[in-house]
T-cell receptor, first 113, second 113 residues
Framework: QQQVKQSPQSLIVQKGGISIINCAYENTAFDYFPWYQQFPGKGPALLIAIRPDVSEKKEGRFTISFNKSAKQFSLHIMDSQPGDSATYFCAASSLGGYQKVTFGIGTKLQVIP | DSGVTQTPKHLITATGQRVTLRCSPRSGDLSVYWYQQSLDQGLQFLIQYYNGEERAKGNILERFSAQQFPDLHSELNLSSLELGDSALYFC????????????FGSGTQLSVL
């Protein structure tokens, strides 16, 4: 059972465009929603994260939008660059508890010049 | 560099065999997580240890086992290997066990022939 559904699984965006990746979760006990970025041959690395008490968090060109009532959150990459080409994973967990971090299936982003 | 060390980087073995994957967490991190990554399943949580004790268990097969030693390094043992066990196995660590920020190693690519 996939508790975090992520789409699309692959995405091609032109340089300078906006990349948007969507995720939906089921477990209302989740209270921490990170995004991880993975380059080929490397492990995932934390990119940005949000708690459900805010609807948006921005760090540079990366923004998370969070809709608690819809149980959805998304990653927006503004002014996408070829160096952003990577696989992106959304995730959800419950901080401080014993709940595992549940990852989405991943989105392979390719930014073309 | 995340500070998490996984060995070996690559492992090729035959069906029915047993292998051990090793993980050294970041200095000071008490919690270790094991994930299995495959193309169609994304990142699947296997098991988490905190300061030597098992804290959470995911979809880990009975043929798989893990432990965390007093020096906090961890080993994942895979036995009676099957073709379907071929995957990338990641270890991650965090300061406490709160799931807030996971630091991933570069993974061990296991190929079962």
């Amino acid at each position: 059972q996939q508790q975090v559904k992520q789409s699309p699984q692959s995405l091609i965006v032109q340089k300078g465009g906006i990349s948007i990746i969507n995720c939906a979760y089921e477990n209302t006990a989740f209270d921490y929603f990170p995004w991880y970025q993975q380059f080929p041959g490397k492990g995932p690395a934390l990119l940005i994260a949000i708690r459900p008490d805010v609807s948006e968090k921005k760090e540079g060109r990366f923004t998370i939008s969070f809709n608690k009532s819809a149980k959805q959150f998304s990653l927006h990459i503004m002014d996408s660059q070829p160096g952003d080409s990577a696989t992106y994973f959304c995730a959800a967990s419950s901080l401080g508890g014993y709940q595992k971090v549940t990852f989405g299936i991943g989105t392979k982003l390719q930014v073309i010049p | 560099d995340s500070g998490v060390t996984q060995t070996p980087k690559h492992l090729i073995t035959a069906t029915g065999q047993r292998v051990t994957l090793r993980c050294s967490p970041r200095s000071g991190d008490l919690s270790v997580y094991w994930y299995q990554q495959s193309l169609d399943q994304g990142l699947q949580f296997l098991i988490q240890y905190y300061n030597g004790e098992e804290r959470a268990k995911g979809n880990i097969l009975e043929r798989f086992s893990a432990q965390q030693f007093p020096d906090l390094h961890s080993e994942l043992n895979l036995s009676s290997l099957e073709l379907g066990d071929s995957a990338l196995y990641f270890c991650a660590s965090s300061r406490q066990g709160s799931n807030e920020k996971l630091f991933f190693g570069s993974g061990t690519q296991l190929s079962v022939l």
